[in-house]
């Protein structure tokens, strides 16, 4: 059983900075790419950024306003997704995503809202 369990979210004054982490549990956590969507209220969930097995490669989808810093420590089973110069429109339900082969998994996410 895999299990992904992000953190980090809350109330962030426009401007301010944020780190999410998502840990993964059950699984050999160096086999999985590791991606983050959000779902904005009234919006369907979108793609943020990806990031390959090692951590060595990332991407950063174009349609969402960074920047994004996408990290992952393999160590700690860990993948981060930071955020500097927030804005409200990055208010939202943040999701990590887990993906090996023909299987997926998703945290719960967590909740970041940004005051204007």
């Known amino acids: 059983q895999v299990q992904l369990v992000e953190s980090g979210g809350g109330l962030v004054q426009a401007g301010g900075s944020l780190r999410l982490a998502c840990a993964v549990s059950?699984?050999?956590?160096?086999?999985?790419?590791m991606r983050w969507f959000r779902q904005a209220p009234g919006k369907e969930r979108e793609f943020v950024a990806h990031i390959s097995e090692s951590g060595g490669r990332t991407y950063y989808a174009d349609s969402v306003k960074g920047p994004f810093t996408l990290s992952r420590d393999n160590a700690k089973n860990t993948v981060y997704l930071q955020r500097h110069r927030l804005k409200p429109e990055d208010t939202g339900v943040y999701y990590c995503?887990?993906?090996?082969?023909?299987?997926?998994?998703w945290g719960q996410g967590t909740q970041v809202t940004v005051s204007s």
């Open positions: 059950g699984r050999t956590f160096s086999n999985y790419v």
């Open positions: 995503q887990g993906a090996a082969g023909a299987y997926d998994y």
